[in-house]
């Protein structure tokens, strides 16, 4: 799955799918597994482009740190360099990037918790509803 793909899947679930997703009753408890486990998908591909963003992060600031630090004729120290790398627009869409990929997996993380607490909810429900009717 590409990137733009797994985004706008992401943004459906934010958008669209949570807001159906969460009105589950008794009678649907056995789909909320199969519900979950869509979220823990598109959680685990989240995951995956983090750390390809991260990695990609971590080679333009190793590449733009080593041209900062060899490609001047005057020497820098590593504060002058932070300053540099800091200002760098490669360095900041990478960082820019990673902390939009990272608030999409938090949302979806959080969209988890929900669920899981909803399936406990439900269970405790249901098992009442068993007490009272004498099951």
């Known amino acids: ?14 958008n669209e799918d949570f807001k ?4 589950v009753d008794l009678n649907d408890i056995l789909n909320l597994p199969i519900i979950l486990e869509k979220y823990l998908n598109i ?14 992060k971590n080679e333009i600031f190793s590449e733009r740190f080593q041209y900062y630090k060899e490609g001047y004729t005057v020497m820098l120290n590593p504060s002058e360099i932070k300053t540099y790398l800091d200002g760098d627009k490669e360095v900041l869409t990478a960082k820019e990037d990673l902390s939009y990929l990272e608030s999409l997996f938090k949302q979806v993380c959080e969209m988890i ?3 899981r607490s909803l399936q406990y909810m439900l269970k405790t429900k249901l098992e009442y509803e068993k007490l009272i009717c004498g099951r």
């Open 1 to 14: 799955m590409n990137r733009e793909t797994l985004e706008k899947e992401v943004l459906q679930l934010i």
């Open 20 to 23: 159906k997703d969460i009105r």
């Open 43 to 56: 959680h685990f591909q989240l995951m995956m482009e983090i750390n390809k963003s991260e990695a990609k």
């Open 113 to 115: 918790q929900e669920l």
